[in-house]
């Protein structure tokens, strides 16, 4: 079982509507949870990283938030725009004894902008 | 500043023969580094992860293998590819609390 869970696995907005992406994981402890952005065949780019006692990150219209007590996150996208269409990936950063900044990712939400 | 190179970028194998990927960081010491393969319409799955030379874990049994002969370079090897090697590889390298850098991943499709 994956211990990082992304929800819905994807989604349909119009062009200029806003949506929320989220996250579910069950690591611990972690040092920092991560949001990516996938363009189809590319590597992953970061949007926001968050350390376990930040709630809450912005980087232009995506706005990341974080609820370490749920073990929760969202990736909020305002005004959405054609090019956000993509892959949008949860990472957490584990820091167990073991698995020192090991990166566990989710699955991923696939995001379709529609005009 | 920092880099990441990967390469190549598509390579078409037929089944059987050997693989041989490679992955090199710029600009950093130590990184902890990542191979990852991606296949279609799924999200990414680690395949190995290294803290330092020499030392790689394995995170699922496969036909694939990692070795990190010097502190920058990560290398993903077959003796001998399936038709399921195929797929989206990426190679990453991250600090404990920097964000991961990818490469631009390399298309296998082994025929």
């Known amino acids: 079982k994956n211990q990082v869970e992304q929800s819905p696995q994807s989604l349909i907005i119009l062009e200029g509507k806003n949506c929320t992406l989220q996250?579910?994981?069950?690591?611990?402890?972690?040092?920092?949870l991560r949001w990516y952005k996938q363009d189809t065949g590319r590597g992953p780019v970061s949007l926001t990283i968050?350390?376990?006692?930040?709630n809450t990150k912005s980087n232009g219209r995506y706005t990341a938030t974080l609820d370490a007590d749920t073990k929760q996150s969202s990736l909020h996208i305002t005004a959405s725009q054609l090019s956000d269409s993509a892959s949008y990936i949860c990472?957490?950063?584990?820091?167990?004894?073991?698995?020192?900044?090991?990166?566990?990712f989710g699955a991923g939400t696939q995001v379709v902008v529609t005009p | 500043s920092q880099t990441i190179h990967q390469w190549p970028a598509t390579l078409v194998q037929p089944v059987g023969s050997p693989l041989s990927l490679e992955c090199t960081v710029e600009g950093t010491s130590n990184p902890n580094l990542y191979w990852y393969r991606q296949a279609a319409g799924r999200g990414l799955q680690l395949l190995f992860y290294s803290v330092g030379i020499g030392q790689i874990s394995s995170e699922v049994p496969q036909n694939l293998s990692a070795s990190r002969p010097q502190d920058r370079q990560f290398i993903l090897s077959s003796k001998k590819l399936l038709l399921s090697d195929s797929g989206f590889y990426l190679c990453a390298w991250s600090g404990v609390n920097t964000e991961a850098f990818f490469g631009q991943g390399t298309r296998l499709t082994v025929v």
């Open positions: 990472v957490v950063n584990l820091m167990t004894t073991d698995s020192w900044g090991k990166l566990q």
């Open positions: 996250c579910n994981y069950t690591v611990s402890p972690f040092s920092n």
């Open positions: 968050m350390t376990f006692s930040e």
